[in-house]
Antibody, heavy 122, light 108 residues
Framework: QLQLQESGPGLVKPSETLSLTCTVS??????????WGWIRQPPGKGLEWIGS???????YHNPSLKSRVTISVDTSKNQFSLRLSSVTAADTAMYYC??????????????WGQGTLVTVSS | SYVLTQPPSVSVAPGTTARITCGGN??????VHWYQQKPGQAPVLVIY???DRPSGIPERFSGSNPGNTATLTINRVEAGDEADYYC???????????FGGGTKLTVL
């Protein structure tokens, strides 16, 4: 059974960089033929897509976040990471990692981690 | 950028049919996906590519996307269906995912 688990600091100071890691078990990022990605949800608000990638290199980002977002993958550890720079209080959210249904970035996210809450505050 | 519009809330009695809409410009030309999210939980995919149902999702859940409004239909609504529901599409003009604002389904 595929499982995803987010990890990282729960508190980040304004203007600093948010860094999260998603550890995948029960399947391999590099041999799976799926897109993987990040979604966030501010408290009490809706879902916001951050970005998605294919292990071989194709990456898509939310245009509203693109200049601040870096998504990277470590296939040796079966993990992928999110870095969001210059954070503000507006970046306070539950952050989810997820695997898409298939090898299209246009496909929906089928498997989700439980999410990790990141608060931006001094 | 592409915008998806959902009603903030829908209320139905148990045993009846709930219909949650998702509007967007020429949405019928896109594939629509639907998620269910219960409080404190990650979203769950309930309908994808307009009408497909993932394994484990009851047949009571169905989707349609004939024109300018996509619809998630839940037949014989149960108390356990109370949740927030989100629609999602891929905006091919700018290559990114778009979510609707979400609809809170209340089972009276």
């Amino acid at each position: 059974q595929l499982q995803l688990q987010e990890s990282g600091p729960g508190l980040v100071k304004p203007s600093e960089t948010l860094s999260l890691t998603c550890t995948v078990s029960g399947g391999s990022i590099s041999s799976s033929g799926y897109y993987w990605g990040w979604i966030r949800q501010p408290p009490g608000k809706g879902l916001e897509w951050i970005g998605s990638f294919y292990y071989s290199g194709s990456t898509y980002h939310n245009p509203s976040l693109k200049s601040r977002v870096t998504i990277s993958v470590d296939t040796s550890k079966n993990q992928f990471s999110l870095r969001l720079s210059s954070v503000t209080a507006a970046d306070t959210a539950m952050y989810y990692c997820a695997r898409h249904v298939d090898s299209g970035a246009y496909s929906p996210q089928h498997y989700w981690g439980q999410g990790t809450l990141v608060t931006v505050s001094s | 950028s592409y915008v998806l519009t959902q009603p903030p809330s829908v209320s139905v009695a148990p045993g009846t049919t709930a219909r949650i809409t998702c509007g967007g410009n020429n949405i019928g030309s896109k594939s629509v996906h639907w998620y269910q999210q219960k409080p404190g939980q990650a979203p769950v995919l309930v309908i994808y590519y307009d009408t497909d149902r993932p394994s484990g999702i009851p047949e009571r859940f169905s989707g349609s996307n004939p024109g300018n409004t996509a619809t998630l239909t839940i037949n014989r609504v149960e108390a356990g269906d109370e949740a927030d529901y989100y629609c999602q599409v891929w905006d091919s003009s700018s290559d990114h995912v778009v979510f609707g604002g979400g609809t809170k389904l209340t089972v009276l």
